[in-house]
């Protein structure tokens, strides 16, 4: 059965076979006189009668006629704006929730953690806008999203670029909205994310060999250092490196030693060489509690306290640039038109 209302259609199965033969096309009903023919055609009627109902009683309630809601009464079902709208931090639980059961299947753990920090954000920017709690999903229009974006920059103090990847984690939730049919139209249509160039610092050469040979007291710190230092050798991700074992550690038939895994991120392939001073600091921690119980080949320790770390090392080894985990690999092909160069030198003699 096939239902237009102002040229919008909406198709129901009635759940009735017929053979082909008896069925004509032009009338829409079946031919003869037989049993079969005479309970198909009347329930054929009773069906347009219903819908004829269906459509005056929508008129008496003074209801805007719409295929939808046609085919929600014609099933017994309530009405689209009688049924209770989840609230914007509940399709949040309901998405994070699905999420958290796929870490270490089709996602890293720092996916899930990150929009369990998105849920954070929009809960403290409803509670500051607002002044509610929560709200129902179809509140989050154009101005919920401008709103957005200028208390991230207002009372969030983040950049540009950091609220705008912000406001794209939101973008799966609408999403998630449009497809359960809880809203109709999808706010992003008039919004647009932009991304603003940005300079990535990059570590001299000279900094580099500062980091290499500082002296550090305090193992943390000295893991901290460490682990930076392993990063910009390999151009592995921080992520990437606290995920590595003893078993992702190869050698090739010339002996050379590589590096080979997955990425968290992307699960796509990686293959790095093994250059003298990440083998000096996987040496360093062969012994390390990690490496005998879990098959580490370096300590790890969270991303948060690693970027807060890496600025008390940038201090010590008078780098005034701003040390994070992704600037590591930033340094890694400046690094590598240089491999001629740094295996020449006496790694033997650096403080690692």
Request: charged residues 30%; positive net charge.
């Amino acid at each position: 059965m096939r239902v237009t209302v102002n040229s919008e259609r909406v198709e129901i199965a009635l759940g009735k076979y017929v053979p082909d033969e008896i069925w004509h096309e032009k009338l829409q009903k079946c031919k003869g006189q037989t049993k079969e023919a005479r309970q198909i055609n009347e329930y054929l009627e009773l069906t347009t009668f219903k819908l004829t109902d269906i459509r005056h009683r929508l008129i008496l309630e003074g209801k805007a006629i719409t295929d939808d809601l046609i085919k929600s009464r014609y099933k017994g079902l309530p009405d689209a704006d009688e049924i209770p709208l989840p609230t914007i931090l509940q399709m949040y639980e309901m998405h994070n929730t699905k999420l958290k059961a796929l870490i270490n299947i089709d996602i890293a753990e720092a996916t899930h953690k990150r929009h369990e920090t998105s849920k954070m954000h929009v809960a403290g920017f409803i509670k500051h806008k607002y002044g509610k709690d929560d709200m129902t999903i179809d509140k989050m229009d154009h101005t919920f999203l401008s709103d957005f974006e200028h208390y991230f920059k207002t009372v969030r103090k983040c950049n540009h670029n950091s609220t705008m990847k912000y406001i794209k984690n939101l973008g799966k939730i609408i999403r998630l909205a449009l497809a359960e049919g809880y809203i109709t139209r999808n706010p992003f249509d008039k919004f647009k994310l932009t991304y603003r160039q940005v300079h990535r610092e990059v570590l001299t050469h000279e900094e580099v060999a500062r980091l290499v040979q500082l002296e550090i007291d305090e193992p943390k710190l000295e893991r901290v250092r460490d682990m930076f230092v392993f990063c910009i050798y390999t151009g592995i991700a921080f992520a990437d490196a606290c995920d590595l074992r003893v078993e992702n550690i190869t050698k090739d038939m010339n002996g050379n030693k590589w590096i080979k895994n997955r990425r968290l991120k992307t699960s796509v392939e990686f293959l790095v060489p093994v250059l003298p001073i990440p083998q000096l600091i996987l040496d360093k921690y062969s012994n390390c509690p990690e490496r005998q119980t879990q098959g580490k080949v370096i300590p790890t320790i969270s991303n948060q306290n690693y970027n807060g770390y890496l600025k008390e090392v940038a201090i010590r080894a008078k780098i005034t640039k701003n040390l994070t985990s992704h600037i590591a690999r930033n340094r890694i092909l400046s690094l590598w038109l240089k491999i001629n160069e740094l295996q020449a030198q006496n790694f033997q003699q650096v403080t690692i």
